[in-house]
C-alpha cells in the first residue's frame, strides 16, 4: 500500500487539475444552457475518479477531499458577484 500511496495522489492531483481547468473554462464560457451539459458531465466524472484514486491512500483521504473541495469551490469566487 505505501508504494501505491504516492502514484494514487499524483493520480488524483492530475485528475484534479484537468478538472479545474474545464470547470475554468465552462464557468468563462457560460454555462447556463444544455449545451454546457456534456462538459460539465465531463469536469463530475473527472473529480469522481480523482477521488477515487484519492481514496487509494485512504490515510490521507480526508485531507485530500477537504482540499478537493476547497479548490472546486475557489473556482465560482470570481462568479459569485
Known sequence: MAATAPRAAATADTLLD???AAMADVLRDGCLTR???LDLLAVDALVTYAV???ADDPQHLDERSGGTM???A????PYDG
Open 52 to 54: 477515487e484514486a484519492a
Open 70 to 72: 476547497a479548490r472546486i
Open 18 to 20: 484537468v478538472a479545474a
Open 35 to 37: 449545451s454546457a451539459a
Open 74 to 77: 475557489a473556482l465560482a469566487e
